[in-house]
């Protein structure tokens, strides 16, 4: 068949396509195509237009309108045309109205009655273009009109229409899962079908319907691997082969079903472990499709109860698609390592060149993906380099959507990994800077929190040299000239806050800073707001202890401005500022206390201090007050905040919320049973997602966060009210600030609690711990220099100066901390609290560590055989060292510990030429700075075997 | 699931636009504007992916013609890149050698075939050989129709049960 101008168009429209293709620019198409529209709007409502004409002018529509212009006005004769008797005339009206239409289009409606005609037409092919029409333009509302025929279709004895029933089903079960809930089983039914692509077709809808419920479909998984395996054993009929292929896309579709089926079921499992074995041999690897199918094995063995043989040729085709030289490949294998490292952690180490190869590629693509694979291996000991490397990343990117993503994850993987409070403040800081309009407000009152609560421990040193390092960045930082207002809100309340705290900076230095703030972002209220607020707290501070207040003449010029200001807010707080300083020192001190931002405060909810006037009231003859939720008509607040999301997604509220009055009105329902027709929308999900969004924050510490965006939202009571949601906080009071702890916890390391929980976890992540840092040090020489030397000592999570000091607990930490403060002092100072505290929580973790270590290890030294024969005789004997005394690992690793103590200036030593290597290897061209990368490993892994030898033979 | 089906020639100008989820109008414009600049500047190394607005698009050149879908993060990438190849035979094997003119005048015609290829933003048809056969017979039936007069349709919509 034809070239063009073969398909009956007149000589007017070709000449139109002609002359479009032409146009030199945009205007010059813009104006041809407005010249069309005015034409085919008057030859279109010309009356007897020729039914042939008329298709071509439809035709004429949808080009008109595929090329970005409004064509509205010919959606009606669209539709008309849909009525035609001939199929050429209805085929494209119905083409037509597919493509104008949404499926909430006002003229659906008088679609749908061409439709229920043409689905009841003899002729096949009417039915098959109707199909088509339902698939897209049916709604909701609508559903009900079709639905009995096309459930009649389904056993119609052509496959297309079967086939295309079931598309039409599968639909409507997206739309409206509870419209359809009850034709489930034609689903299963039509699996049996005897035409291939009738069953192909059903799969879509049985795996929507087993990722929502996995259960009720077990009983398939048989009937799923035997088609699976008549497939790969080309038992379909040749058309459905694919480049040699059997069936490929049916065999993808029915892999992605046992990933679902398989998950976390080993009995459903083990009946698919030949099949996919099977598949992954006769997989072609040269061909695109091979690989798209090997893919979904992968998928597929990642996701199912671990088969050890299975897991190896997924490693195995996953090295294929690193190694290959192909973009898509690459990508594929990056994403599937991915999930692959979630088992078997160990395979990320003989790829780790490769991942860092993607992450330097020039292809955004790529390196957005091995991202998200870094993010899933992220850990607290390679957490530094992770994100620095994501927010280096962030900065340089103008994507506000996936920057947006990155921020989030950066904060999410600081809040919960931070090795440090000083590392999680600045990196925090460098994210508000570079994408601070991007993240979610909670993260600043996060780390407003973080500053103020300090460690949660009793240390109240680190805490202000905490706060006061902080407040030395942001007036630092105050420097730049242009800065989010979400991270200016940080900086004022921290400097209001503590900026006088520690008697470093003088008051009316602050209160400067504070001014200038005020007046470079005067068009913030916001910002305006924190930084009057920051003056009221600054001056109160300075009256309780006794000082002169001394205004600044720019400050009484702002608090002027402000006292005027048309914002009731500003004004207030202005007001109130001048209040403050009114008072006398003693009054101050008590309704401005220093540094008492985590102090509870105490609220009667019940108002109980009002009782002896409501009972007064009350035998004066005043009407008893009626609770919220016993009045009628009305629902109780607090249950709406309980409602499950999942309710409050569901899209009928629309339909039912007639019905609501009459339910009320019946019966005085409590609403706890309201909340629990589920199958009933109720109208609960109009009302705004605020508990959607909870749920969906995936951290604890966010979650938290979020308890924090309520309370400024919501006041005090609401804080009580989350508090139930924080088991971990056993310690607590039960009161709001306390909450914070569950903060506390997840963002630093320090404290005892995530320490363990890490060790917990690290069984199953510390294996690509070695992996990580040789990463590292072949991407960062200053961060490497951490990695390297954690590895130089115990292998801790520590940062840099943690390690230091962790490798002489025993010998004298004094001398270390000494040692350390030149290097960095605010850390040091963080990490005091660390050795005694928490002894026995880092020994616990780094001998796991270890343990994880030891096959990496000896893998790479032999590999490498020169210089690292130490290494391999060593790292055996921890191993025996581990084995010997698997119970009293806490007793022996403080042995290790302790021979460890003897060289802690080998360690330094060692320390340092890794990073000058690892440093040196970041200059040259790719090739070789792998090729050093590949040095810096061998001494990256070696010395967790404890061998500072190792780099005496180096250093010759 | 595909959310949507996109032709652009190299120059940016669109061919085909098919839309499995809902898009308004003015939405349509500026994803098509968005992910012309984002796809026709890529290199021709680089991966056939790219991100957006936390969906995958993949595309795959063919001449001077872009195929493009839209789809969710967890699809399979590499088997999208078949579906389109699988559609470029499709319209190969209909149009005898298609040529990029060939959809430019008879865009319809494409998509009249990506309708039995794809429904409701799922492959429907991994047999070309059932879709040429079934696209054929709504034409055949064109044909006889145009022949008849319009009065005797209904006999041919008999006679072709």
Redesign the interface.
């Given at each position: 068949m034809g070239s063009q101008g073969g398909f009956y168009q007149s000589k007017e429209f070709l000449d139109l396509v002609k002359s479009i293709g032409e146009a030199r620019s945009k205007a010059e198409e813009d104006r041809i195509v407005l010249s069309e529209i005015e034409t085919l709007k008057r030859r279109i409502s010309e009356p007897d237009t020729p039914k042939r004409k008329m298709k071509e002018y439809i035709i004429r529509l949808v080009y008109v309108e595929m090329l970005g212009h409004d064509a509205s006005f010919g959606y009606i004769h669209a539709v008309k045309m849909t009525h035609d008797d001939t199929l050429l005339v209805k085929r494209t009206g119905y083409l037509a109205v597919t493509l104008f239409l949404n499926e909430d289009h006002d003229l659906i409606i008088l679609i749908v009655n061409t439709i229920q005609k043409d689905l009841k037409s003899d002729n096949y092919l009417v039915v098959c273009v109707a199909l088509n029409a339902v698939c897209k333009l049916i709604n909701e509302e609508t559903i009900p009109a079709v639905l009995p025929q096309i459930v009649e279709l389904l056993a119609h004895p052509k496959e297309a229409v079967r086939k295309k029933a079931i598309m039409a089903l599968y639909r409507f079960y997206q739309k409206s899962p509870s419209s359809v809930s009850h034709l489930v089983s034609n689903f299963r039914k039509r699996l049996c079908d005897n035409d291939p692509g009738v069953m192909g077709a059903t799969l879509c809808p049985l795996f929507d319907l087993i990722t929502n419920d996995v259960n009720s479909y077990k009983d398939l998984v048989i009937s799923f691997v035997s088609i699976l395996k008549q497939v790969a054993e080309r038992r379909l009929p040749k058309a459905y082969d694919y480049h040699q292929m059997p069936a490929p896309f049916i065999q993808i579709k029915l892999l992605k079903i046992l990933a679902l089926l398989g998950s976390g079921d080993k009995q459903a499992s083990e009946n698919m472990y030949t099949v996919v074995g099977d598949i992954f041999r006769k997989c072609d690897s040269s061909s695109n499709i091979g690989n798209a199918v090997l893919y979904e094995c992968i998928c597929c063995v990642s996701s199912i109860y671990p088969n050890p043989k299975l897991l190896e040729s997924a490693a195995d085709a996953i090295s294929r698609f690193l190694k290959s030289d192909s973009h898509n490949l690459k990508y594929m294998g990056i994403d599937a390592l991915g999930r692959l490292i979630k088992i078997s952690p160990e395979i990320a180490e003989q790829h780790q060149l490769a991942v860092i190869d993607c992450l330097e590629d020039p292809d955004d693509t790529l390196k957005r993906k091995t991202f998200e694979l870094l993010y899933k291996m992220t850990k607290s000991t390679n957490v530094e380099v992770i994100v620095d490397r994501m927010i280096d990343y962030m900065i340089s990117i103008n994507d506000n959507h996936y920057k947006t993503e990155i921020a989030s994850r950066c904060v999410e993987l600081a809040e919960q990994f931070a090795p440090s409070n000083q590392w999680f403040i600045q990196t925090m800081n460098k994210v508000f800077e570079h994408a601070g309009d991007l993240v979610n407000i909670k993260v600043a009152h996060n780390l407003m929190r973080l500053i103020a609560e300090g460690f949660g421990e009793d240390d109240n040193t680190a805490d202000s040299q905490l706060r006061s390092s902080a407040v030395e960045s942001y007036l630092y930082i105050l420097g730049e000239p242009k800065l989010p207002s979400v991270f200016l809100q940080v900086i004022c309340w921290v400097l209001g806050e503590y900026g006088t705290a520690d008697g470093k900076y003088s008051a009316s230095y602050i209160t400067g800073k504070l001014c200038d703030v005020a007046e470079a972002y005067s068009n913030d209220e916001t910002v305006k707001a924190y930084a009057v607020t920051a003056l009221m707290k600054i001056y109160a501070f300075e009256i309780a202890a006794g000082r002169m207040v001394d205004m600044l003449p720019e400050c009484h010029s702002l608090m002027e401005e402000f006292l005027a200001s048309h914002s009731t807010d500003l004004q207030q707080r202005a007001y109130e500022l001048q209040a403050v300083i009114g008072l006398d020192a003693h009054a101050v001190e008590s309704i401005m206390p220093s540094d008492a931002s985590c102090e509870d405060i105490e609220v009667d909810k019940a108002l109980s201090f009002l009782n002896g006037y409501i009972q007064e009231s009350i035998e004066k003859g005043a009407q008893p007050y009626i609770p919220e939720s016993e009045r009628s008509g009305m629902l109780n607040i607090s249950n709406f905040r309980n409602q499950d999301h999942h309710e409050a997604s569901s899209h009928g509220l629309r339909f039912e919320a007639y019905e609501l009055p009459k339910q009320t009105v019946q019966a005085r329902i409590p609403p706890a049973s309201l909340a629990s027709t589920e199958l009933v929308p109720v109208p609960e999900p109009v009302y705004p997602r605020e508990s959607y969004q909870t749920t969906t924050v995936p951290s604890v510490s966010s979650d938290a966060a979020s308890t924090e965006l309520k309370l400024r939202l919501d006041g005090v009571q609401k804080k009580w009210g989350r508090q139930t949601h924080f088991p971990s906080t056993s310690t607590s009071n039960s009161t709001s600030q306390k909450t914070v702890n569950g903060i506390t916890q997840v963002d630093g390391s320090n404290t005892a609690n995530s320490r363990t929980r890490e060790t917990y976890d690290s069984r199953k992540q510390v294996e690509i711990s070695p992996e990580k840092q040789k990463l590292a040090a072949s991407l960062f020489g200053g961060p490497s220099k951490t990695e390297k030397k954690s590895a130089t000592g115990h292998k801790s999570s520590k940062p840099s100066s943690h390690m230091v000091k962790s490798h002489a607990p025993k010998s004298s930490m004094e001398v270390a901390s000494e040692k350390t403060s030149p290097v960095q002092q605010p850390p040091d100072l963080l990490d005091f609290g660390e050795p005694t505290v928490k002894s026995t929580a880092p020994s616990l973790d780094p001998f796991k560590d270890l343990e994880g270590l030891l096959e990496p290890t000896t893998q790479v030294s032999s590999a490498v055989n020169h210089s690292s024969t130490a290494a391999v005789t060593k790292s055996p004997d921890i191993m025996g060292l581990y084995t010997e005394t698997p119970a009293g690992a806490h007793h022996k690793d403080s042995d290790i510990l302790s021979g460890l103590s003897n060289s802690p200036m080998t360690n330094m030593v060692g320390g340092t030429t890794t990073m000058q290597v690892a440093q040196s290897s970041k200059s040259p061209n790719l090739k070789d700075s792998l090729e050093k990368d590949a040095l810096v490993r061998q001494m990256g892994v070696t010395p967790s075997s404890q061998n500072p030898n190792l780099f005496k033979d180096l250093l010759g | 699931m595909i959310h949507f089906v996109l032709l652009i020639s190299r120059q940016g100008?669109?061919?085909?636009?098919?839309w499995?989820s809902?898009?308004?109008?003015k939405e349509?414009?500026k994803v098509?504007r968005e992910l012309s600049g984002l796809i026709l500047t890529r290199g021709p190394?680089?991966?056939?992916?790219?991100?957006w607005?936390?969906l995958r698009v993949v595309y795959k050149r063919y001449a001077s013609l872009y195929f493009c879908m839209c789809i969710d993060e967890d699809d399979?990438?590499?088997?999208i890149?078949?579906?389109i190849?699988?559609y470029v035979e499709v319209l190969d094997r209909?149009?005898?050698s298609v040529c990029e003119?060939?959809l430019?005048?008879?865009?319809?015609?494409a998509?009249?075939i990506l309708?039995e290829l794809l429904?409701?933003g799922?492959?429907?048809?991994?047999?070309?050989?059932?879709v040429a056969r079934?696209v054929a017979?709504?034409d055949s039936?064109?044909e006889t129709?145009?022949e008849q007069t319009?009065s005797i349709?209904?006999i041919i919509?008999?006679a072709?049960?």
């Amino acid at each position: 068949m034809g070239s063009q101008g073969g398909f009956y168009q007149s000589k007017e429209f070709l000449d139109l396509v002609k002359s479009i293709g032409e146009a030199r620019s945009k205007a010059e198409e813009d104006r041809i195509v407005l010249s069309e529209i005015e034409t085919l709007k008057r030859r279109i409502s010309e009356p007897d237009t020729p039914k042939r004409k008329m298709k071509e002018y439809i035709i004429r529509l949808v080009y008109v309108e595929m090329l970005g212009h409004d064509a509205s006005f010919g959606y009606i004769h669209a539709v008309k045309m849909t009525h035609d008797d001939t199929l050429l005339v209805k085929r494209t009206g119905y083409l037509a109205v597919t493509l104008f239409l949404n499926e909430d289009h006002d003229l659906i409606i008088l679609i749908v009655n061409t439709i229920q005609k043409d689905l009841k037409s003899d002729n096949y092919l009417v039915v098959c273009v109707a199909l088509n029409a339902v698939c897209k333009l049916i709604n909701e509302e609508t559903i009900p009109a079709v639905l009995p025929q096309i459930v009649e279709l389904l056993a119609h004895p052509k496959e297309a229409v079967r086939k295309k029933a079931i598309m039409a089903l599968y639909r409507f079960y997206q739309k409206s899962p509870s419209s359809v809930s009850h034709l489930v089983s034609n689903f299963r039914k039509r699996l049996c079908d005897n035409d291939p692509g009738v069953m192909g077709a059903t799969l879509c809808p049985l795996f929507d319907l087993i990722t929502n419920d996995v259960n009720s479909y077990k009983d398939l998984v048989i009937s799923f691997v035997s088609i699976l395996k008549q497939v790969a054993e080309r038992r379909l009929p040749k058309a459905y082969d694919y480049h040699q292929m059997p069936a490929p896309f049916i065999q993808i579709k029915l892999l992605k079903i046992l990933a679902l089926l398989g998950s976390g079921d080993k009995q459903a499992s083990e009946n698919m472990y030949t099949v996919v074995g099977d598949i992954f041999r006769k997989c072609d690897s040269s061909s695109n499709i091979g690989n798209a199918v090997l893919y979904e094995c992968i998928c597929c063995v990642s996701s199912i109860y671990p088969n050890p043989k299975l897991l190896e040729s997924a490693a195995d085709a996953i090295s294929r698609f690193l190694k290959s030289d192909s973009h898509n490949l690459k990508y594929m294998g990056i994403d599937a390592l991915g999930r692959l490292i979630k088992i078997s952690p160990e395979i990320a180490e003989q790829h780790q060149l490769a991942v860092i190869d993607c992450l330097e590629d020039p292809d955004d693509t790529l390196k957005r993906k091995t991202f998200e694979l870094l993010y899933k291996m992220t850990k607290s000991t390679n957490v530094e380099v992770i994100v620095d490397r994501m927010i280096d990343y962030m900065i340089s990117i103008n994507d506000n959507h996936y920057k947006t993503e990155i921020a989030s994850r950066c904060v999410e993987l600081a809040e919960q990994f931070a090795p440090s409070n000083q590392w999680f403040i600045q990196t925090m800081n460098k994210v508000f800077e570079h994408a601070g309009d991007l993240v979610n407000i909670k993260v600043a009152h996060n780390l407003m929190r973080l500053i103020a609560e300090g460690f949660g421990e009793d240390d109240n040193t680190a805490d202000s040299q905490l706060r006061s390092s902080a407040v030395e960045s942001y007036l630092y930082i105050l420097g730049e000239p242009k800065l989010p207002s979400v991270f200016l809100q940080v900086i004022c309340w921290v400097l209001g806050e503590y900026g006088t705290a520690d008697g470093k900076y003088s008051a009316s230095y602050i209160t400067g800073k504070l001014c200038d703030v005020a007046e470079a972002y005067s068009n913030d209220e916001t910002v305006k707001a924190y930084a009057v607020t920051a003056l009221m707290k600054i001056y109160a501070f300075e009256i309780a202890a006794g000082r002169m207040v001394d205004m600044l003449p720019e400050c009484h010029s702002l608090m002027e401005e402000f006292l005027a200001s048309h914002s009731t807010d500003l004004q207030q707080r202005a007001y109130e500022l001048q209040a403050v300083i009114g008072l006398d020192a003693h009054a101050v001190e008590s309704i401005m206390p220093s540094d008492a931002s985590c102090e509870d405060i105490e609220v009667d909810k019940a108002l109980s201090f009002l009782n002896g006037y409501i009972q007064e009231s009350i035998e004066k003859g005043a009407q008893p007050y009626i609770p919220e939720s016993e009045r009628s008509g009305m629902l109780n607040i607090s249950n709406f905040r309980n409602q499950d999301h999942h309710e409050a997604s569901s899209h009928g509220l629309r339909f039912e919320a007639y019905e609501l009055p009459k339910q009320t009105v019946q019966a005085r329902i409590p609403p706890a049973s309201l909340a629990s027709t589920e199958l009933v929308p109720v109208p609960e999900p109009v009302y705004p997602r605020e508990s959607y969004q909870t749920t969906t924050v995936p951290s604890v510490s966010s979650d938290a966060a979020s308890t924090e965006l309520k309370l400024r939202l919501d006041g005090v009571q609401k804080k009580w009210g989350r508090q139930t949601h924080f088991p971990s906080t056993s310690t607590s009071n039960s009161t709001s600030q306390k909450t914070v702890n569950g903060i506390t916890q997840v963002d630093g390391s320090n404290t005892a609690n995530s320490r363990t929980r890490e060790t917990y976890d690290s069984r199953k992540q510390v294996e690509i711990s070695p992996e990580k840092q040789k990463l590292a040090a072949s991407l960062f020489g200053g961060p490497s220099k951490t990695e390297k030397k954690s590895a130089t000592g115990h292998k801790s999570s520590k940062p840099s100066s943690h390690m230091v000091k962790s490798h002489a607990p025993k010998s004298s930490m004094e001398v270390a901390s000494e040692k350390t403060s030149p290097v960095q002092q605010p850390p040091d100072l963080l990490d005091f609290g660390e050795p005694t505290v928490k002894s026995t929580a880092p020994s616990l973790d780094p001998f796991k560590d270890l343990e994880g270590l030891l096959e990496p290890t000896t893998q790479v030294s032999s590999a490498v055989n020169h210089s690292s024969t130490a290494a391999v005789t060593k790292s055996p004997d921890i191993m025996g060292l581990y084995t010997e005394t698997p119970a009293g690992a806490h007793h022996k690793d403080s042995d290790i510990l302790s021979g460890l103590s003897n060289s802690p200036m080998t360690n330094m030593v060692g320390g340092t030429t890794t990073m000058q290597v690892a440093q040196s290897s970041k200059s040259p061209n790719l090739k070789d700075s792998l090729e050093k990368d590949a040095l810096v490993r061998q001494m990256g892994v070696t010395p967790s075997s404890q061998n500072p030898n190792l780099f005496k033979d180096l250093l010759g | 699931m595909i959310h949507f089906v996109l032709l652009i020639s190299r120059q940016g100008k669109v061919r085909l636009t098919k839309w499995y989820s809902a898009y308004s109008q003015k939405e349509r414009t500026k994803v098509i504007r968005e992910l012309s600049g984002l796809i026709l500047t890529r290199g021709p190394k680089l991966c056939n992916f790219v991100e957006w607005r936390g969906l995958r698009v993949v595309y795959k050149r063919y001449a001077s013609l872009y195929f493009c879908m839209c789809i969710d993060e967890d699809d399979n990438e590499l088997e999208i890149l078949e579906i389109i190849h699988h559609y470029v035979e499709v319209l190969d094997r209909y149009f005898g050698s298609v040529c990029e003119l060939d959809l430019i005048y008879n865009f319809h015609k494409a998509y009249f075939i990506l309708d039995e290829l794809l429904i409701a933003g799922e492959l429907q048809e991994p047999s070309k050989r059932t879709v040429a056969r079934l696209v054929a017979a709504q034409d055949s039936l064109v044909e006889t129709a145009k022949e008849q007069t319009s009065s005797i349709t209904n006999i041919i919509a008999q006679a072709a049960k």
